[in-house]
């Protein structure tokens, strides 16, 4: 790629619009008046309204942007001018810089659409790059490039240095010991201690068993005395009755 490519930021570029192609028709009687808009970064021209232009308007108008390192694209819109009322939108699209950036010069048509994505007509632009292919220009100074590797030094790096370190001595495993017997003479067998007798024999009972105080009964016990039945009737005590009660006067 060209060296200007990347070092746009500052620089002029010119933008003819010269016209329009196979439209869509807004206007149901009268033909329509269309004008073209143009959007970069945050500059906005627009056209004069080419009247009764219809379909294929023609316009031949040239403006001037100065190029933003990054921005490679102009917005194009289209309008119709109306009097009693809003301007009908037209289409939309978007205009790519890169062949005019690397060649210098672009003169082509792009397409644009509806806002629900239908084609809608061509609008034809020619562009052109005046720096193109100069170097040291007096324009403003170019900002640092977007989205590309550093400028080599011409210095080589540095040969990578491997660092050599002695292979490592495998480990043995431990040294085995030999197992040895047990020493009979630090401890004694069991049986050098002889058993003990019992140092504590069963003692007699100290308390005998106490006679029992109260003699046996006879069995089996005698029956108690038989009751005559039916039992005699008892007299019932004699309770005087209660007054009757009278109902007692409302009191007021």
């Known amino acids: 790629m060209h060296s200007s490519v990347s070092g746009i930021h500052g620089n002029l570029l010119e933008v003819t619009v010269v016209g329009c192609n196979k439209l869509k028709d807004t206007e149901w009687i009268s033909r329509q008046d269309p004008y073209v808009c143009l959007e970069y970064g945050s500059s906005k021209s627009r ?8 379909k294929n308007p023609t316009f031949q108008e040239k403006f001037n ?6 921005l490679r694209e102009i917005n194009v819109m289209v309008w119709n001018s109306n009097t009693l009322k809003d301007d009908d939108f037209i289409g ?9 950036l690397s060649q210098g010069f672009d003169d082509s048509t792009w397409p ?11 609008v034809r632009l020619i562009i052109h790059y005046p720096n193109f292919g100069k170097h040291g220009t007096a324009g403003a100074p170019s900002a640092p490039p977007y989205m590309h590797a550093p400028h080599s030094t011409g210095y080589g790096a540095p040969p990578v240095q491997t660092a050599h370190y002695p292979s490592a001595v495998p ?5 085995s010991y030999p197992s040895y017997p047990p020493n009979p003479s630090a401890y004694p067998p069991s049986s050098y201690y ?3 007798p019992n140092a ?14 109260y003699p046996p009964q006879a ?4 029956p108690y005395p038989q009751q005559p039945y039916p039992p005699p009737p008892q007299a019932a005590p004699y309770y005087p009755p209660a007054p009757y009660p009278y109902p007692q006067p409302p009191r007021y």
């Open 194 to 196: 002889p058993s003990q």
């Open 219 to 222: 069995f089996p016990p005698a």
């Open 200 to 213: 504590y024999p069963p003692q007699p009972n100290a308390y005998p068993p106490q006679p029992n105080v």
């Open 65 to 70: 942007f100065t190029l933003i390192e990054g």
């Open 171 to 175: 480990y043995s495993s431990a040294p």
């Open 92 to 100: 939309s699209g978007k205009v790519q810089l890169q062949k005019a």
């Open 112 to 122: 644009i659409q509806s806002g629900r994505g239908r084609h809608t007509g061509e």
């Open 47 to 54: 056209t004069r309204t080419c009247t009764d232009g219809g």
